[in-house]
């Protein structure tokens, strides 16, 4: 510790002449970001080395997208230093949680999938096993959201102006990406081979985010490309004062790492898509080969040494990709090549919603990469005529990667890979029996399931330290070394000063996002009331809408009806992708309802609806322990797992939700009485689809429903939406808005009832946290490890 100050000041003198009485607080958090990178780059060369010698087997984690969230403080905390740094600033004037609020969110990703990856990273990394993350270094990551007069405005987020401090520039280890040109088949003495001419050079640049473990020697890597071009730019245009036109190849070439996709709904076979697709794939596996043939001198034992993950289709490209290494640059034959890469991928699927499943159309995606979609035209060819082979009565028409001028890429993973997991039982099952039945059918064992988990020490030793300290002095285990000790809490149910202790926690939590909400809204909200929280993406199928109509219902019933509701303050943050209407059109009504509510004494008193701007991770670390309610509310069948619901549960906070992805496992966990379920359950939300859903006989056939929609008309003023929100709900209602209505009502007025036994709702809450274990990214990174990747701990 005491060179880490030492090194502190050291880099403030060296580096802006200033001792730490002078230093100002931007000074500070640049020297804390750099001081703590380097710190763990040199422990990473200790590990490596390690590593290296054991020669065992390596695990690269391929995502489009890893949302890490802050890391100065992920890092201090998983040093172990972070209480000593703060002595030390504060010491010299400085308040280390104000260091923090200046880093960036680096918002490398849209939602659960990129949170996931990261969720996994720091796990893997906490329990010692060789992971490497490979990604884009995005210049822009999602979007800011900013309100304004209800509707979604999206806004550039130049992360890297104060997140580059965390990040290693790798020059050795640049490589070529080639887009573009044709492929000649050639005789040569060696036979057959392919050349490659006219293809566009561009270069990938590496940048490492250094992962910390918590108390562990490991440091892992997060290994981001950014895209640059070969050879800057024009000379002779800029002589000729064709300034614009000298560096236009330079622009070109940089705009495939300038932004994430904003979208996670829909794919709209996009030309830069698949050059970021491509371009990160073939870097990080040119790395990886090359790395690997330098070790072992040999890609025969690839499969022995490396697993390649790929976290949704999005890094696909991998496969082909990794043929055309071993074919075309160390000159293995298709069937050695083949064998090779079927032991070395494994998938995870992550959604079963049509729009997201990938899909490239051929007449785009030849030109761009024509060695690659040979290959992948060559592997669909095989399997092909080898489903025909074996004789099996199988459907091509589903099955072929290659169909109807469409390249899919979901079946390209599975044909490819030698494991295929879903992300919670109920979603794996709906992939076998489903989605890929006649895959399954053929390839019997290759469907697994790996039910998600969450890094507990971000969302709970982090993001809840009041909760933590009093768990750790009151469970006398360390649960945030191993979160399955958790579960020792159970023995407290029912004692009465243990439950009001975890109240007064929740109840300070609820103070602080109240000051929260009063700075970013204006909003005072009662922190007696219920915290009723719902955050995540804006999506249709996630229902934010029927919490809507649930909200309007209260008005109307408070308003004519007298009713006297216990207060609840409903809690949204959502960010909707930028082309996606009805989304923002939710949105627009969730903030007309605020408002109105807002203007109404007689209605404020009770209800209050807050939307929170650009949800972010660093956001939610502020909400989740505040939240007494967790919606978890899509319709059943859709939501592949969720984690947001795991991590409000670990901060004791309630499930409202349907029996939908990792829903059903909570409900499991902690049993019917600890857990509000209400809805049709996915077998019935396909038998209902089949027969044909019409809202408007709900509309009709309920007097609750057709009340409520009817007021929630009145309410419409010429600059909301409340009556094209109505036609859309009477007329379309896609999720089930309308079907699902009363029975979710029934299980709002049991949450309002139960909420006011303090006891009770404590005991619940208490029993929800003890049983969170299971949802620890320990857990689930623990079973990738032994039934997918069969990789050993760096000892
Ligand atoms: C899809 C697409 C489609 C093309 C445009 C860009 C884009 C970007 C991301 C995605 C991913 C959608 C899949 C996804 O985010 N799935 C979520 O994964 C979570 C982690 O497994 C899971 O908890 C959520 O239930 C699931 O919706």
Redesign the pocket.
Known sequence: MDSFTKAIKRYLEKRFGNSIEDASERQIYQALMVITRDKLAEKRYHYINKLKESEQKRVYYMS??FLVGKTLRNNLYNLGIESEVKNFLSENGFVLDKIYDIEPDPGL????????ASCYMDALTSQEYPITGFSILYEFGIFKQVISNGWQQEFPDNWLDLGKYGLIYRSDEEVEIKFYGETKEQWTSDGLRIKYEDYTPIIAEPYDLMISGYETDAVNVLRLWKSKASGGFNMRLFEQGEYSKSVESKAIAESISKLL????????G?EL?IKQQYFFTSASLQQIVKMHYKAYNTLDNLAEKVVIHIN?T?PSLCIPELMRILMDEYEYSWDKAWEITIKTFAY?N??I?A????KWSVDLFRPILPRIYTIISEINNRFCKWCKDIGASVDLEEMSIIHNDMIRMANLCIVSSYSVNG??KL?SDILKKDTFKSFNRIYPGKFTNVT?GIAHRRWLGQANPELTKYLNELLEVDFIKDLSSIENLLEYKSDESVINNLENIKKIKKVQLAEYIKKNTGLTVDTNSIFDVQIK?L?EYKRQLLNALHIIYLYKEIKYNALKPYPRTFIFSAKA?SGYVMAKNIIKLICSISEIIEMDPEVRKYIKVVFLEDYRVSLAEKIIPAADVSEQI?QAG???????NMKLMLNGALTLGTMD??NVEIYNAVGKDNIFIFGLSSEEVSDLSERGYRSEEFYQNSSVIKETIDFMRTLDNGDSNFNYMADYLVSRDPYMCLADFESYLEQQKLIEKTYQDRIKWGQMSLVNIANSGIFSADRATSEYVKEIWNIKKVK
């Open positions: 489009m997208e990703g849209n939602g659960g999938l990129g949170r996931l996709y904003p979208a996670d709904d829909n794919n709209k996009k898509r949704d999005h995870t992550h959604t919603m729009e997201a499943l990938e992300v919670s979603h998600n993406r999506h992708s899509s859709k939501e592949a797992s969720g984690t947001g992805g990792a």
